[in-house]
């Protein structure tokens, strides 16, 4: 892969292809200026041809010069990517799952799209899906694809008609800009506040985490659209900050806010200050940017990555080991018979691990930091709330074997 990255590298700054642009925009402009004299003086039309011959020539020879590192760098490229990957046939579409599913895919699709910002390819994409409907083919796994049809459609068309969703990313990618080009927390801020108490009950920090934020920018020395001021004055205006909107995080975040306002005493060293790690947060706003859309997506009922995305490249990361299956399974001439199960392990890294979300079988509310889910000796699992409920803390029965237990030997699980 290193040659490659090598091979990219020198691409990107050898074979510039701005001074081939230039040259050829100077011919064009000799071009048009040879057209308009001909046009205000047709006698002299031979003459000004003549004349115009060996600038456009020379003209011409210079671009096809500069042309001539890019050409070599390609060459160069292709034959490293052909030395990369000799070989390495893609696999066959014998066991392609997804030709009895079109309409899912392009909505997949259509949906990675809005989700990455691209709302002209999406508009453009969503047309052409329309304009011209996919048809789904028989596969082994689904031998009557016209059966799901309607539905999947159906399913499709929430996304491909979406303007609504459009709107809803256009207005994440408005705030994610602002915070992350021009520094300002103000729209996140506002927008976060708004949803407050539904953010709240998902346990999220972000209203919190974008308000420190904005303290600690306003200590430094910026004002609230991120202008820089009077640095002497930036503790200051902090404090004053602190004091108007840090009210409602007094009991949820005491500690935090102790520790900001803690700071306050070494305003004038803050770097050699137990404080620095707040100050001197490099990854600070990509942070709080992240946090920010998973909150956005997951409001939206979407996960924080595009499902696409993470489908396409846990694919990817699939792909050698199915390869190696596949030969195995020529040579020893057997079949993959079963249909919703890989027949072998894919080792994914930590970040595709994705968990299940806990509903308390006698409360049916979803699990939370504060009443996570706790499981008796006997293996049944309920919510803390619902085993304080239960157990007043003395023994007592399961709800769901006739075991009994103590509600301190039940142990918190986490998912
Ligand atoms: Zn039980």
Not at 94 to 103: F, R, T, V
Not at 133 to 142: A, K, Y
Not at 339 to 366: G, M, R
């Amino acid at each position: 892969m290193d040659e490659l990255r090598e091979q990219i590298e020198l691409l990107q700054g050898s074979a510039n292809l701005a001074t081939s642009i230039d040259d050829v925009q100077k011919t064009i402009e000799l071009l048009t200026a040879a057209r308009a004299k001909i046009e205000t003086e047709p006698h002299k039309a031979p003459i000004t041809l003549a004349t115009l011959q060996s600038p456009v020539k020379a003209s011409l020879e210079v671009a096809q010069k500069d042309l001539k590192p890019a050409y070599f760098g390609l060459n160069k490229y292709g034959k490293a990517l052909d030395k990369k990957f000799k070989d390495k046939p893609l696999p066959t579409a014998e066991n392609d799952a997804l030709s009895s599913h079109p309409h899912l895919i392009n909505r997949a699709i259509a949906m990675h799209l809005l989700r990455e910002g691209q709302f002209s390819v999406a508009s453009t994409f969503i047309d052409e899906a329309n304009r011209n409907p996919p048809h789904p083919e028989p596969t082994p796994g689904t031998p009557n694809p016209y059966l799901n049809d309607s539905w999947e459609k159906d399913l499709a068309k929430d996304a491909l008609d979406s303007k609504k969703l459009q709107q809803h990313f256009g207005a994440m990618y408005h705030i994610l800009h602002e915070l992350r080009q021009q520094r300002n927390l103000r729209p996140a801020i506002e927008w976060a506040r708004e949803r407050s108490d539904v953010l709240e009950a998902r346990g999220s920090n972000l209203e919190f985490e974008l308000c420190r934020l904005q303290f600690v920018c306003l200590f430094v020395g910026q004002d609230e659209n991120g202008h820089m001021t009077e640095s002497a004055e930036g503790p200051f205006r902090a404090w004053a900050y602190a004091r108007s909107e840090f009210g409602p995080f007094q009991i949820r975040y005491a500690k935090e806010v102790q520790q900001l306002m803690g700071s306050m005493a070494y305003w004038q060293n803050i770097v050699d200050s137990p404080y620095r790690q707040y100050f001197y947060n490099e990854s600070a706003w990509e942070e709080v940017a992240l946090s920010f859309t998973r909150e956005f997506c997951s409001l939206l009922g979407l996960s924080a990555d595009s499902p696409l995305y993470i489908a396409t490249t846990a694919g990817a990361i699939a792909l050698p080991t199915l390869l190696k299956l596949q030969n195995i399974m020529k040579e020893k001439r057997t079949e993959w018979t079963t249909q919703n199960e890989l027949p072998v392990e894919i080792p994914l890294p930590p970040s595709y691990h994705f968990h299940s979300i806990f509903v308390c079988p006698v409360s049916k509310e979803q699990a939370t930091d504060t009443n996570p889910p706790m499981m008796m000796p006997c293996g049944h699992v309920i919510a803390k709330e619902s085993l304080d409920r239960l157990s007043k803390g003395a023994r007592f029965k399961c709800p769901y074997c006739p075991n009994e237990s103590h509600p301190r030997d039940a142990r918190t699980v986490f998912l």
